[in-house]
């Protein structure tokens, strides 16, 4: 492992177990309070995705006449995370983005997902993030949340943006929470089947895979410059 995300990590540890073995998991016991929980967290799993593809925009080129941009090796390494993240497959083996997965287990659990749907369709009709936030009437936590990370896209900053992508979304959901999952699916009759897969999915794939290439495109656009591993690790 590279000497400076070893660096960075060792630094990021305790808040990084604080998520972890967050109280918040030994409190969702019944079907409500998980419907609460994934109403609240679909907006996370969103922006996500705009985060990845501000990466995506950033260090490959996506415009016509195409030309080089970056090294191949970034290259590589943020266009297979986009594959995997935007056009993954779901429980039945069909294309399906992780957002559009998330979403599909919220209806089959009975979560309401009239909300996040109603300001996706603000956001394709061309509107600003906040307005569209504050039309749909979001609750604050979402915003605030939300606003961080597209206050991070906005800064321009690549080698800001891939390590809150790679430290701060990748790798945190805890085991214990897709234990509490499967207990909640068996006594639901499988309600909560496409959710397991999901967050088993997301373990496997993001916590594995995606977390290794991840570390490879911070390392590659920090290199060796303290100062730029010194603002990842602030975002971070």
């Not at 019944?30 to 260090?59: G, N, T």
């Not at 995997?84 to 294309?95: F, I, V």
């Not at 390590?163 to 790798?171: I, L, M, N, P, Y």
């Not at 088993?200 to 730029?228: F, N, P, W």
Request: hydrophobic residues 40%.
């Amino acid at each position: 492992m590279n000497k400076h995300i070893d660096r960075l990590k060792a630094d990021i540890e305790p808040i990084r177990q604080q998520i972890v073995a967050h109280q918040l998991y030994n409190h969702i016991t019944s079907i409500e309070q998980l419907h609460s929980f994934m109403e609240h967290h679909v907006y996370a799993v969103w922006d996500f995705m705009s985060l990845l593809k501000s990466l995506q925009r950033s260090l490959t080129c996506v415009d016509m006449p195409w030309v080089p941009v970056g090294s191949a090796s970034t290259r590589y390494l943020i266009n297979e995370i986009v594959v995997g993240e935007e056009s993954d497959l779901n429980q039945n083996g069909e294309r399906m983005s992780h957002f559009e997965l998330y979403l599909s287990a919220m209806e089959q659990s009975g979560a309401d997902t009239t909300e996040v749907r109603s300001f996706i369709s603000y956001i394709k009709k061309g509107m600003d993030i906040k307005s569209a936030e504050d039309i749909a009437q979001l609750n604050k936590a979402v915003t605030g949340f939300m606003n961080n990370t597209f206050e991070v896209i906005g800064s321009g900053l690549t080698h800001v943006q891939a390590a809150v992508f790679t430290f701060g979304r990748e790798d945190l959901i805890p085991d214990m929470f897709l234990g509490l999952i499967k207990e909640l699916n068996k006594s639901l009759s499988g309600k909560l089947g496409i959710l397991e897969y999901y967050i088993e999915r997301h373990i496997e794939v993001d916590g594995g895979h995606h977390s290794h290439l991840a570390y490879q495109m911070t390392a590659e656009l920090c290199g060796d410059d303290t100062a730029k591993w010194e603002e990842a690790t602030v975002a971070v």
